[in-house]
């Protein structure tokens, strides 16, 4: 009965999903964090690799930022944006403390490839990823008066320039008449055996031989170029968001890699866990980006959740979580829920017909928050798939209060891709969560908050209501 469903799709290999924490991967403990460093001057900071200091005020500025961002340090950088980078300026990518520092982590920082553009105020530099070597491009604007304040800042992915790809590479990457209909015929395979809605699944193959049909992919030579065009397509019949189609370098972490792999993988994004630290009155925040497979976290789980078991409330921070094992969803709500078991969810698999069902443990290392004290679960527009499950769950059960906005909508579980040919994959989804309370999930709509505000306020509103619940609770036992 407690089995635990296939597990999904970890994290997406590209920069803008690989999860992380803080660069300097230690959680934040009860004491406020430390007064900011002094911001570093732009000029100075030009003198990263590729960027000469001094060139230009954008150049200048361009390099203080990406030492700032190489170097992880939480305050230097939240100092270095305060008095230079207005986080509203920048791409969504970068668009907060939180979500700069999980990129950090998931690409290990940027090198300098090359300058695309240059003059006195706008910049667009080419970056390679140190980790996994992918590629993104930059572009940023700064005002004409000193001292050279950010205007602009994006940041996106590519694919890999021609001049760095190896001839390996460049040769997988070419595609003809052949190889784009044998690339369709595998994802037409894919769909078939796997996805878990069969009546969606011949849409998507009847879209995709239609748009074949009329030679809408005929001059897409290049790997990039057919999967974006097919991922389109995939999205507007699907609307699933779980359904990709990929091409490039494998994701760091696969179930056959080495046990010594896997671990260092999961030490780099600090086990799946932001900060964790305690605000005033007593009251613990846990923030969680990613949940990676039980088998290399439950440790960590077990010290991370520890820390924060005396707290008189919890906030559980899901604002940037996109998702990972349901098990470990499991592993984390056992914390928040007493000893005796409860069924947080169930998963109907499309390939068997069996629905399995999802508990919370009897037993757990370290300690227990538990199920009486007050549970607070902060949410956006950009968590998704196991974030999603987590706070769907909690919500349902009557366990947490969610604060923010409603979540990104995407329920269907994948697992392992569908390797079609040399560098090309599609994720399935397989099956499809099946509430106990509501008998149904969040697919396409989403997680409702119970407190709606705007995620950036979100934090804020679960600790003043979390102080006013420990109050009325404190009066409450005090009366006679």
């Known amino acids: 009965m407690r089995d635990r469903p296939a597990p999904r799709n970890l994290l997406p290999g590209s920069l803008l999903c690989l999860a992380g924490l803080t660069a300097n991967g230690g959680c934040r403990t009860a004491a406020p964090p430390p007064a900011p460093a002094p911001p570093p001057a732009a000029a100075p900071a030009g003198q990263a690799r590729g960027l000469p200091s001094g060139e230009t005020p954008a150049a200048a500025q361009f390099a203080a930022w990406l030492a700032a961002f190489n170097a992880g340090d939480r305050s230097a950088l939240a100092a270095y944006h305060q008095q230079y980078l207005p986080y509203d300026v920048a791409s969504e990518v970068v668009g907060s403390i939180d979500r700069e520092l999980r990129l950090r982590l998931g690409t290990g920082g940027f090198e300098p490839a090359r300058r695309e553009q240059a003059s006195a105020n706008r910049v ?129 972490f696969r179930a056959e890699s080495p046990r010594d792999e896997q671990m260092k993988w999961g030490r780099d994004l600090n086990f799946g866990f932001g900060v964790i630290e305690r605000l005033p009155g007593n009251v613990a925040r846990v923030q969680i980006f990613a949940f990676l497979p039980p088998e290399l976290v439950r440790e960590a789980i077990a010290d991370f959740m520890t820390r924060v078991a005396d707290a008189d409330a919890l906030i559980i921070d899901l604002r940037e979580n996109h998702g990972g094992t349901p098990a470990t969803v499991a592993l984390v709500a056992s914390y928040l829920f007493e000893p005796p078991p409860v069924n947080l969810n169930d998963m109907f698999m499309r390939q068997t017909g069996a629905t399995i069902e999802s508990w919370t443990l009897p037993q757990v290392a370290g300690t227990r928050f538990g199920g009486e004290r007050p549970l607070y679960v902060l949410t956006s527009k950009g968590t998704f798939s196991g974030g999603e499950e987590l706070a769907y769950d909690l919500k349902c ?34 099956g499809r969560p099946i509430n106990p309370v509501t008998k149904t999930n969040w697919e396409g709509v989403g997680v409702t908050p119970d407190v709606s505000v705007p995620a950036s306020a979100a934090l804020e509103e679960a600790h003043r209501r979390a102080l006013q619940e420990i109050t009325r609770r404190k009066q409450t036992s005090a009366k006679p």
């Open 124 to 252: 667009v530099v080419l970056l390679k990823e140190r980790k996994m070597g992918g590629f993104a491009r930059a572009t940023m604007e700064v005002q004409a008066a000193p001292p050279h304040r950010v205007s602009r800042l994006t940041l996106e992915k590519i694919p890999t320039p021609d001049e760095f790809l190896t001839a390996d590479e460049r040769a997988a990457s070419q595609l003809d008449a052949a190889r784009r209909r044998r690339l369709l015929d595998g994802i037409a395979r894919a769909l078939r055996a796997q996805y878990v809605f069969p009546e969606v699944a011949e849409r998507v193959i009847g879209a995709l031989d239609e748009a074949a049909g009329r030679g809408a992919f005929d001059s897409l030579d290049r790997g990039p170029a057919f999967v974006a065009a097919v991922s389109k397509l995939l999205r507007e019949v699907s609307h699933d968001g779980h359904l990709r189609f990929e091409f490039g370098r494998k994701p760091p």
């Open 397 to 430: 059960l009557r366990r947490a209060q969610l604060i923010g906005e409603t979540t990104g909508g995407g329920a269907n579980p994948t697992g392992p891709p569908n390797e079609l040919d040399d560098g090309f994959r599609i994720f399935v989804p397989w």
